[in-house]
């Protein structure tokens, strides 16, 4: 307890950390009072609660019940994600902008305005479906057409203030602060989730509510192994000669950290993505066959075994889609060459790209099944009789995110102490987060 209580007082000295810090609480406050303010021209009290899963929970579970409420911040950053994956992919699909990422800082410039033109459109199209898809007919108190435009515009100038947040919170706060509002989004709910499951269990459940907080805090340890977990490769370099002597390499790493999940939380977004169109294309032939009908309400219940076994398979497979497009072994062992460095045993070049590349494969395949299992276990304690809300913190994108971004912010902070002579946040070992990247 002293050392946490030394730690905190550590932060606090350090002038620079400590104006990080409430420059970080002043942004998340305004984004957290906007998710309250409701989009002009509606009744609150006429709006339609979603559920907690598939698509549009987890919309509104980024946005911190923003969604539901309908409120000017109501897509949050979402949008600004889409575009920002839609132009990480055109880097490697088309050759314009792959010339603009290699370009230096005035391509990623580049890349970074064509994102944020891109996300106005992202976000006019997504609010047009927001408006028409969850806002009530009879919610609506003022003209339709009027309603829709200025919503439209209004939904657009809050999604670019969320990516403004975004942006500060990195330049003048702590952490990364596009993962941190949709951290924050999420963190806020759990308040709400944990009372609704202790009142849900009573005084006679009060012992089985203890044994479900001591297993959620086993589940995180064991999400935070997964995102640690990193194969070390050797890589040695060769010497250079100053003057008479020869001496190593510097500031070059050496090894090459290929992490087991490599891919993050995205196979997940992209899985849940598409959960939906099973249960939409049976729909349609519901009617005329009880197979069908049988098939609709399976993709419905998010609790199935035909469900999950779905879900887990996509996860998988969107996990090494997502590592391939993200880790080029060919351009590693490239830059390695360049450099003078090689794995020990292996031949520089193309035999070099082959060996990361089947090490890559190695790993990837526990860590997406690793993945798949966190995706899973929301829906393994709803059929344990936990509280949909609380279950969602079991695992699957919400628990992942908050470790990965907690992670992060307090690498961030261990770095300051560490500059300052400080002691570390931890008495061994140093907090390793997700900025790590391959040594190139």
Same mark, same amino acid.
């Given at each position: 307890?002293?050392?946490?209580?030394?730690?905190? /007082?550590?932060?606090?000295?350090?002038?620079?950390?400590?104006?990080?810090?409430?420059?970080?609480?002043?942004?998340?406050?305004?984004? *957290?009072?906007?998710?309250?303010?409701?989009?002009?021209?509606?009744?609150?009290?006429?709006?339609?609660?979603?559920?907690?899963?598939?698509?549009?929970?987890?919309?509104?579970?980024?946005?911190?019940?923003?969604?539901?409420?309908?409120?000017?911040?109501?897509?949050?950053?979402?949008?600004?994600?889409?575009?920002?994956?839609?132009?990480?992919?055109?880097?490697?699909?088309?050759?314009?902008?792959? /010339?603009?990422?290699?370009?230096?800082?005035?391509?990623?410039?580049?890349?970074?305005?064509?994102?944020?033109?891109?996300?106005?459109?992202?976000?006019?199209?997504?609010?047009?479906?927001?408006?028409?898809?969850?806002?009530?007919?009879?919610?609506?108190?003022?003209?339709?057409?009027?309603? *829709?435009?200025?919503?439209?515009?209004?939904?657009?100038?809050?999604?670019?203030?969320?990516?403004?947040?975004?942006?500060?919170?990195?330049?003048?706060?702590?952490?990364?602060?596009?993962?941190?509002?949709?951290?924050?989004?999420?963190?806020?709910?759990?308040?709400?989730?944990?009372?609704?499951?202790?009142?849900?269990?009573?005084?006679?459940?009060?012992?089985?509510?203890?044994?479900?907080?001591?297993?959620?805090?086993?589940?995180?340890?064991?999400?935070?192994?997964?995102?640690?977990?990193?194969?070390?490769?050797?890589?040695?370099?060769?010497?250079?000669? !100053?003057?008479? *002597?020869?001496?190593?390499?510097?500031?070059? *790493?050496?090894?090459?950290?290929? /992490?087991?999940?490599?891919?993050?939380?995205?196979?997940?977004?992209?899985?849940?993505?598409?959960?939906?169109?099973?249960?939409?294309?049976?729909?349609?032939?519901?009617?005329?066959?009880?197979?069908?009908?049988?098939?609709?309400? /399976?993709?419905?219940?998010?609790?199935?075994?035909?469900?999950?076994?779905?879900?887990?398979?996509?996860?998988? !497979?969107?996990?090494?889609?997502?590592?391939?497009?993200?880790?080029?072994?060919?351009?590693?062992?490239?830059?390695?060459?360049?450099?003078?460095?090689?794995?020990?045993?292996?031949?520089?070049?193309?035999?070099?790209?082959?060996?990361?590349?089947?090490?890559?494969?190695?790993?990837?395949?526990?860590?997406?099944?690793?993945?798949?299992?966190?995706?899973?276990?929301?829906?393994?304690?709803?059929?344990?009789?936990?509280?949909?809300?609380?279950?969602?913190?079991?695992?699957?994108?919400?628990?992942?995110?908050?470790?990965? !971004?907690?992670?992060?912010?307090?690498?961030?902070?261990?770095?300051?102490?560490?500059?300052?002579?400080?002691?570390?946040?931890?008495?061994?070992?140093?907090?390793?987060?997700?900025?790590?990247?391959?040594?190139?």
């Amino acid at each position: 307890m002293n050392k946490f209580i030394n730690t905190i /007082k550590n932060i606090f000295s350090i002038e620079e950390l400590r104006g990080r810090i409430l420059n970080t609480l002043l942004f998340i406050t305004f984004f *957290r009072l906007g998710s309250y303010i409701v989009l002009p021209g509606i009744d609150a009290n006429k709006l339609e609660q979603k559920g907690d899963g598939g698509l549009l929970g987890l919309l509104n579970m980024f946005s911190g019940g923003a969604f539901n409420n309908a409120s000017i911040f109501a897509l949050g950053i979402m949008p600004y994600i889409s575009a920002s994956i839609a132009i990480q992919l055109l880097t490697i699909a088309l050759p314009y902008f792959q /010339k603009m990422q290699k370009d230096g800082e005035s391509g990623r410039k580049k890349l970074n305005q064509i994102t944020r033109v891109l996300t106005i459109f992202v976000t006019a199209a997504q609010a047009t479906a927001y408006l028409q898809t969850t806002i009530p007919a009879d919610a609506i108190i003022v003209s339709a057409w009027s309603f *829709r435009l200025f919503s439209v515009i209004i939904l657009i100038a809050g999604t670019m203030f969320c990516m403004w947040l975004g942006e500060k919170i990195t330049d003048k706060g702590v952490g990364n602060g596009i993962s941190m509002l949709i951290m924050i989004g999420i963190v806020s709910r759990f308040p709400g989730s944990i009372i609704g499951e202790a009142q849900s269990r009573g005084m006679s459940g009060a012992l089985l509510f203890v044994i479900e907080v001591v297993v959620l805090f086993f589940v995180v340890m064991g999400a935070v192994m997964v995102t640690q977990a990193v194969r070390r490769i050797p890589v040695q370099y060769a010497k250079q000669v !100053v003057g008479n *002597r020869a001496v190593a390499a510097s500031g070059e *790493r050496q090894y090459i950290p290929l /992490k087991l999940n490599s891919a993050g939380v995205m196979p997940i977004i992209f899985a849940q993505a598409l959960m939906f169109v099973p249960g939409l294309v049976a729909g349609s032939f519901a009617e005329k066959s009880e197979f069908a009908q049988s098939i609709a309400q /399976k993709f419905s219940d998010f609790t199935s075994i035909e469900y999950n076994l779905l879900f887990a398979f996509l996860i998988i !497979v969107f996990t090494f889609f997502y590592t391939a497009i993200s880790i080029n072994p060919t351009q590693i062992s490239d830059d390695m060459k360049r450099g003078g460095g090689f794995v020990p045993g292996v031949k520089p070049g193309e035999a070099t790209s082959s060996f990361i590349a089947d090490i890559l494969d190695r790993i990837t395949l526990p860590g997406a099944i690793m993945l798949a299992v966190i995706a899973i276990l929301p829906a393994l304690a709803s059929l344990f009789g936990i509280t949909r809300g609380f279950a969602s913190f079991f695992g699957g994108t919400s628990l992942l995110i908050l470790v990965g !971004v907690v992670l992060d912010t307090l690498q961030q902070i261990e770095s300051y102490l560490l500059m300052r002579k400080y002691e570390g946040l931890m008495q061994s070992g140093r907090v390793k987060g997700r900025t790590e990247a391959i040594a190139q």
